[in-house]
């Protein structure tokens, strides 16, 4: 058995050796660049709903770069001082596990804001690896991590209940059409569109609605986009969570896989997934989101924005918009459904993170931490006057909710495809 | 003619210096985007490296405004330094008028540089983050610059702006002076990652 002295020195030589490896051309940059002139500091969410020093991104920034060149810079080996460097001690690797997954949400905000775009957000991604490597990341997301795979290992045994459930769901969707042809077909070979829902009857109900009036060639995946191990930035693991998903494609023979409004796992399956393969995949990519403002653009599903009278705003999910690119889309979506839209200011490339992302909202006891730092958000509602707060992310949306109650904010928090069904004409 | 050695020599070191880091990215990995595009990489690079880094286009620029503002010039001042400094062998050549601009510029980039001083020391954020080769560096752009100025008002002054133009070339590759390098790695790798999601274009609608 390890002695405790050294299990902590074992943990220092893998951190080390992690932090050499993981390194890429992106994150040396990101780690070079950077000359501490603090004009980052508003840019972060914490930072504005709590403003000190370590809410900064160029203090957490910091943290790594000094370990990194006390391990890897010729100078700084010799003369760690003259960089800052301290020791490198157990304690710092604890520091910097929770600082890579507390008071950062990967937004990437602070990276637009920087004079010279440094990715701090991706320096945090390799602290998360360094911590999930030894031992020092959230035990609930390693937790759900493991339990995707282990869902996906013992298929057969939850196949039946997860195609009873449907069942039922599917007895919903015919209720909302009236019609007893509404289908939610899963697992059927031929359809065009393999749409991946997340856990929980509103991200299967609304979409087979949708899908259903317009007539869509689709099938119901077995498991959830979502994917904690990329919050874990381990690679491995997350690579084994997508795979079920692009295997499940493979098999019904889809040409995309649509993915259920979720920020990280559109980011993930669209962006990720085919560089971890090191090749594109073999099908389209696409959020709801996305096929449903071509279902309004082609007239597939028609919409009435009378049907939603209601001041209504839209909140950027980070995955999806600074990172994915999609902001045009819902907007299109909402303003056919919604006679009321109002933006928040700022928005699109620079909305700010509702602070619930990269896994904050599963980690029950940074609960206070992340409301916190959702602050500014709540108020960014406020100043719209809105009652509804649209988003198409369900961490977003958990956070909003929980937002709305501890700021008294009086909104109700919905996504596009369920703001759609509301709307339908 | 030592100094004029000694800032040949931080030249040469300068050169090697940032060979050697070019290769070391170089042999780093780097993953490209794979899937299909949303947008265009080129036109993220395009925009990542000009209107990508207007002061209108960053919030954090108009509230940092002075820090922006004194970046850019004494940046630019620093370049045009590194210009004087390659021709400055012919310093007697130069048409007067010329050189008494160029002492204004220098000593105007002097300034702005030791301003930098101030606010590191002045910001409690800034003081608590800032590192010796922080200060360092400053000192020796600062003298570089001040010596820019005084070569260039006084010729007796040009082995004093070799000399520490050397030093400081030399010291380049070793602390955060290195910077000015992977500043066009950071530009680049972010508009080709958000161009090629179309996330950095023109306009957005």
Same mark, same amino acid.
Do not use: D, Q, Y
């Given at each position: 058995m390890n002695s405790p002295t050294k299990t902590k020195q074992n943990k220092l030589i893998i951190a080390k050796e992690m932090l050499g490896n993981l390194v890429d051309r992106r994150v040396l940059t990101a780690l070079e660049v950077c000359? $501490?002139? &603090?004009?980052?500091? %508003?840019?972060c969410h914490y930072y504005q709903s709590n403003p000190k020093i370590e809410h900064t991104p160029y203090y957490r920034a910091e943290l790594v770069r000094r370990l990194y060149r006390r391990f890897f810079d010729p100078v700084g080996r010799v003369f760690p001082q003259w960089f800052g460097a301290g020791e490198t001690t157990e304690d710092l690797l604890s520091k910097l596990a929770e600082t890579a997954f507390s008071s950062c949400t990967l937004c990437q905000r602070c990276t637009l804001a920087c004079p010279f775009g440094v990715e701090t957000a991706e320096i945090m991604r390799i602290t998360r690896s360094v911590a999930t490597a030894t031992g020092n990341a959230p035990d609930i997301l390693v937790e759900l991590a493991n339990a995707a795979i282990a869902k996906e290992e013992n298929a057969e045994l939850f196949r039946d209940i997860y195609l009873d459930q449907i069942k039922d769901l599917e007895k919903e969707v015919q209720d909302i059409l009236g019609s007893s042809k509404a289908r939610i077909p899963v697992g059927e070979k031929g359809a065009r569109m393999l749409y991946v829902p997340l856990a929980g009857a509103h991200t299967i109900v609304p979409q087979a609605v949708l899908f259903n009036i317009a007539q869509e060639s689709w099938t119901l995946g077995?498991? %959830?986009?979502?994917?904690y191990a990329v919050f874990l930035a381990d690679g491995v693991k997350a690579k084994h969570i997508a795979e079920r998903i692009t295997k499940e494609a493979e098999q019904v023979k889809a040409k995309e896989i649509i993915i259920a409004e979720c920020g990280h796992a559109y980011t993930t399956m669209r962006w990720d997934v085919p560089k971890w393969r090191g090749s594109p995949l073999p099908f389209k990519v696409r959020s709801i989101i996305e096929v449903l403002d071509e279902y309004v653009r082609e007239g597939r599903l028609h919409l009435d924005s009378a049907q939603n009278s209601q001041p209504t705003t839209y909140h950027d999910s980070c995955n999806l918009? $600074?990172? &994915? &690119?999609?902001?045009?889309e819902p907007r299109r979506v909402i303003r056919a459904a919604a006679s009321d839209y109002r933006e928040m200011t700022?928005? $699109?490339?620079?909305s700010y993170c509702c602070g619930g992302g990269s896994g904050l909202v599963a980690v029950e006891e940074w609960a206070d931490i992340r409301l916190q730092a959702g602050k500014l958000k709540a108020e960014q509602i406020r100043q719209t006057g809105a009652k509804i707060v649209v988003t198409s992310c369900d961490n977003c949306r958990h956070q909003i909710k929980e937002l709305s109650e501890r700021h008294d904010l009086g909104i109700e928090v919905t996504s596009v495809s369920e703001l759609a069904v509301k709307s339908l004409a | 003619m030592v100094t004029a050695g000694l800032a040949l020599a931080g030249a040469a070191i300068l050169v090697a210096g940032t060979v050697t880091i070019m290769v070391a990215i170089q042999r780093r990995p780097y993953q490209a985007?794979?899937?299909? !595009?949303?947008?265009s990489p080129g036109q993220g690079v395009l925009y990542a490296f000009t209107l990508g880094m207007a002061p209108w286009a960053k919030e954090s620029a108009r509230r940092h405004w002075v820090a922006y503002l004194r970046g850019i010039v004494f940046h630019i001042i620093i370049f045009v330094g590194g210009l004087f400094l390659i021709a400055s062998p012919w310093? !007697?050549?130069?048409p007067s008028l010329l050189r008494v601009s160029l002492a204004a510029l220098f000593a105007l980039g002097a300034a702005l540089t030791f301003a930098g001083f101030g606010m590191r020391l002045s910001d409690p954020a800034l003081r608590r983050l800032s590192t010796p080769d922080d200060y360092f560096a400053l000192a020796l752009v600062t003298l570089f610059l001040a010596s820019g100025a005084a070569s260039a008002a006084q010729i007796e002054f040009l082995p004093a702006f070799w000399a520490i133009s050397g030093i400081t070339m030399a010291y380049v590759p070793f602390g955060k002076l290195r910077h000015f390098l992977y500043f066009f790695y950071e530009r680049a790798f972010l508009g080709l990652v958000f161009g090629s999601r179309g996330v950095l274009k023109w306009k957005h609608e």
């Open positions: 000359v $501490r002139c &603090g004009i980052c500091t %508003e840019s077995m498991f %959830e986009a979502s994917n918009g $600074r990172k &994915g &690119g999609i902001f045009e700022p928005n $699109r490339l620079h | 985007e794979i899937a299909p !595009t949303k947008g310093l !007697t050549e130069f």
